[in-house]
């Protein structure tokens, strides 16, 4: 079993030596502390340092940090990588959070995070239809942009034309910068629009 470090700073003026020094004194190594210089835009396993770290890991191996929230940029952020490398039977401890999970009280730390963890994904998905809500109450209109029908039939004529030369489907639909799928689509739909036509 090997104690191995992690530390994260978010720019290069920052230094990790506070955290480093913490994870020496927890009885890590310092060839094995593993380090990321970003931003906490980046999720955890999109980091250099957090992906070699994963590499070399090992099961029963525990993963040391200054504070539980240099594994993530967010709560849940955190929780995935603790669940991570917890699933690999690797070990997660935080000095200054005294997060340990084969303690009782490291335990229960960890379900408060991911009870909080899903609170803030609920604030998210709640921010989001907030968002959506007010865009369209503002005229904001979602998904594709209507076009229109007689540019379509122009677009279709151009098909048939290439068709009744020799050429594919396919061909004939790339030369109006469609699919195959969508040529049919439109075919399809100008078809149903002939019928009603006829009907009326």
Do not use: C
């Amino acid at each position: 079993m090997r104690l191995l470090g992690y530390t994260r700073v978010s720019t290069a003026g920052q230094v990790a030596q506070l955290q480093i020094d913490a994870l020496v004194g927890a009885g890590v190594q310092k060839r094995d502390v593993f380090s990321d210089v970003t931003s906490g835009s980046r999720t955890a396993i999109e980091r250099p340092g957090m992906k070699r770290l994963l590499d070399y890991v090992e099961e029963e191996d525990t993963v040391v940090v200054w504070r539980i929230d240099r594994l993530g940029r967010s709560l849940i952020d955190v929780l995935n990588t603790v669940n991570l490398l917890r699933d690999r039977r690797v070990k997660v401890r935080s000095v200054s959070d005294s997060i340990d999970p084969e303690t009782t009280s490291g335990r229960m730390m960890l379900g408060m995070l991911a009870t909080l963890a899903e609170y803030e994904r609920e604030l998210i998905t709640e921010r989001v239809n907030a968002g959506i809500a007010a865009a369209k109450q503002n005229g904001t209109r979602f998904g594709r942009p209507p076009v229109d029908p007689a540019v379509i039939d122009q677009k279709l004529e151009i098909v048939a034309d290439a068709r009744a030369k020799g050429r594919t489907a396919e061909d004939a639909a790339r030369l109006v910068g469609w699919s195959r799928a969508t040529l049919y689509r439109h075919w399809k739909a100008s078809r149903a629009r002939a019928t009603v036509s006829e009907q009326v």
